[in-house]
């Protein structure tokens, strides 16, 4: 089992920045890729960003060039830097890991941009 805590949501206005942090406990040998996602009401939960145990980033091409995407491994932490935010970036965003034989999620934490 893998335990996933999301923190650093809040309100935030357009053009400004935020930094999601994820913390992992449990099995985190068996964590291959860690994965952040984010879900508005009424639609679909979407891809943001992921990273492989390696490194590797990837990302949906509404952040590009705006999201960053880190891991600690030390610390066993991931993190999602948010910058040049917009109003449609409004979501709750989730922390996913994606494991040998289950992927698993935290609870979710709020981001509003706003003026």
């Known amino acids: 089992q893998v335990h996933l805590v999301e923190s650093g949501g809040g309100l935030v206005q357009p053009g400004g920045s935020l930094r999601l942090s994820c913390a992992a406990s449990g099995s985190i040998s068996s964590i291959h890729a860690m994965v952040w996602s984010r879900q508005v009401p009424a639609r679909q939960r979407e891809f943001v960003a992921s990273i492989t145990a390696g490194g590797s980033p990837n990302y949906a091409d509404s952040v590009k060039g705006r999201f960053s995407i880190s891991r600690d491994n030390d610390k066993n932490t991931m993190y999602l830097q948010m910058n040049s935010l917009k109003p449609e970036d409004t979501a709750v965003y989730y922390c996913?890991?994606?494991?040998?034989?289950?992927?698993?999620w935290g609870q979710g934490t709020q981001v509003t941009v706003s003026s």
């Open positions: 996913g890991a994606v494991g040998l034989a289950s992927n698993y």
